[in-house]
């Protein structure tokens, strides 16, 4: 990398290494260092009146006190913090002192990684600590570390910006408290949920992602093109059809938890790839799946928060059993006083201008309905509620109510005023659901970009016959999201959808030479913040002249300056 690239601390840092290997030790070891203990455990388990326990520790140096021949640093390992003592002649009991004159105070910086060999004790201040016997160097830190200070309780220097932080999770992580706590408790859930769904005795699985048919759910896909078969593919928006095809071949329940992608929007709430949990048992129906659902959520609360209830946006949510069964029209009819039992495409739509909606002529009557809920409702059920009874027109993989007209078998579960389930008794007359894609096809011919697809394989495989089966798919992210009480899906992502970084836009070499310019030079006069010609462009000759000089100096590049009169002579020919 050119140094001109690197900050002063990089640079400094780097000839620390350098300085390290001079010395003869190496700052990316290859050797194993093996520990027996974690800084939690440690605290712990210390008790005062046994033998001083002997321990090896590695991790990173978060802050440190250097105090003439001793010192107190602490080091982060991956359960926590803990503080180590270290004075100059225990870890370095001969006549040499380097490792703690040099290479501690001078070499290591905050960030690296060190091993410790000692003993536990307590300090005069209370505070159980290692007493350091030995220090290995482990790993340098190039870039230095956003260290968060606190003083009384208040942190100084966080590393808050959003973009920054989940652009950077890695730094994320090991600064700023709590963040590695989320994504442990979001490893809870799916622990919890396969547990819960092996002990049933369903069977976790695999199908594929990429897919020749984007099918299972109403949403725009993401496309790409496989080069040996010459065909388009899509990255799946649904795990259902393939697990069905499973229920077809034998199998009494399936679940995959896996990434799908929709190529959507991306706000609080969306991401366009995210986790789901998507499960198929035979010989079920929706009411089984309501119940089965409440004791999965119960027990997944319990195994996070040690209870029942979630904070979240400031609101308690209780996942104790059971919850609110609510059908949609009856929930549209509640919040906006409109019944849509028995109402035609062209009733409702009168019903979304009564209402003062944005429509268009390519929504057909299940997609005006999802719109009036979605506007009107789904934002106002915050505890557990199910949305049950959706119309035919919205469910094209649903079986039809056994008692209501029009109407199917399904449920939504709304939490916190956004879906968090989507289940149904699943359609399994292979002629009905022909007709249900056929149906679909006629939307996506009006223009329904999220329309679905008729897959033909999957109605050969139902012709085959499938039995009674209820499925449903869970959404992990927003299910953390819940349990951790957090308000953006960024959150409980790793590494969350980003923009692409911003680039600083810079002139190519060859327009800075044709203004007699050496090549040598022209990083330099970038690094001074000249990056185009244009930013020159009236700049005072002198001030030029002195910057990159001084840079020159700086960084020990040893080229031979330009006079006052060669800058004059840039600038000039700019102007021309």
Not at 294 to 322: H, Q
Not at 477 to 501: A, N, W
């Amino acid at each position: 990398m050119n140094v001109l690239e690197l900050s002063e601390q990089e640079i400094i840092r780097r000839n620390s290494m350098n300085e390290l290997r001079a010395m003869g030790i190496e700052p990316y070891p290859a050797a194993e260092y093996v520990t027996n203990a974690f800084s939690t455990d440690i605290k712990a388990e210390f008790n005062d009146d046994a033998e001083p326990r002997q321990v090896s520790v590695a991790g990173r140096i978060m802050t440190r006190r250097v105090m003439g021949k001793a010192s107190f640093i602490e080091l982060q390992d991956s359960k926590g913090r803990i503080q180590v003592y270290i004075t100059r002649d225990d870890i370095c009991p001969g006549e040499d002192k380097e490792l703690y004159n040099t290479v501690f105070k001078r070499l290591l910086d905050l960030g690296d990684f060190i091993g410790i060999e000692g003993f536990v004790f307590r300090t005069q201040m209370g505070e159980i600590s290692i007493h350091a016997k030995k220090l290995t160097v482990l790993a340098k830190s190039i870039k230095p570390l956003p260290i968060v200070k606190y003083k009384d309780g208040v942190a100084y220097d966080s590393f808050e910006d959003p973009e920054l932080r989940y652009r950077q999770r890695y730094v994320d992580l090991i600064v700023n408290d709590g963040v590695k706590e989320t994504f442990l408790k979001r490893a809870t859930v799916i622990k919890t949920m396969r547990a819960v769904l092996d002990e049933a005795g369903y069977t976790e699985v695999e199908t594929p992602i990429l897919q020749s048919i984007a099918g299972g759910a109403s949403a725009r896909p993401f496309i790409t093109h496989h080069n040996s078969l010459n065909i388009d593919l899509y990255l799946r928006i649904a795990t259902e059809l393939y697990l069905k095809r499973l229920i077809v071949g034998g199998f009494e329940g399936v679940y995959e938890i896996g990434k799908n992608f929709r190529n959507e929007g991306m706000d609080k709430n969306h991401n366009p790839e995210f986790t789901c949990m998507e499960l198929y048992v035979q010989y079920k129906d929706y009411n089984w799946m309501m119940s089965f659902t409440e004791k999965l959520l119960e027990r997944i609360c319990i195994a996070v928060n040690g209870c029942t209830e979630t904070t979240i946006d400031g609101k308690t949510i209780s996942f104790k059993a059971p919850y609110r069964r609510l059908p949609i029209l009856d929930a549209i009819k509640e919040k906006t006083g409109y019944d849509l039992n028995g109402k035609s495409e062209d009733e409702i739509r009168q019903v979304c201008q009564a209402l003062n909606m944005e429509i268009d002529d390519t929504m057909g009557k299940g997609k005006l309905i999802d719109e009036i809920f979605g506007e009107f409702c789904e934002g106002t059920f915050i505890q557990p509620t199910f949305i049950t009874d959706y119309p035919v027109e919205m469910s094209p993989l649903t079986k039809m109510h056994r008692e209501k007209a029009g109407l199917t078998e399904r449920f939504e579960l709304m939490v916190n005023g956004k879906e968090l389930a989507n289940a149904y008794s699943e359609l399994n007359d292979p002629i009905d659901q022909e007709e249900r894609f056929k149906d679909q096809l006629r939307l996506s011919e009006k223009g329904d970009d999220e329309a679905m697809f008729i897959d033909q394989d999957f109605l050969r495989a139902l012709q085959f016959g499938m039995p009674p089966t209820s499925g449903i798919g869970i959404g992990i992210d927003r299910l953390t999201m819940l349990m951790t009480g957090k308000s953006y899906i960024q959150e409980v992502l790793f590494f969350p959808q980003m923009r692409p970084e911003k680039v600083i836009a810079k002139d190519a070499p060859a327009k800075y030479m044709e203004l007699g310019i050496a090549e040598d030079w022209v990083p330099v006069i970038q690094k001074a913040g000249y990056n185009t010609i244009e930013d020159m462009q009236g700049v005072n000759p002198q001030k030029l002249h002195q910057d990159i000089c001084g840079i020159n100096k700086k960084y020990k590049l040893e080229l031979t300056n330009p006079s006052v009169n060669d800058v004059e002579g840039w600038i000039e020919k700019i102007k021309n």
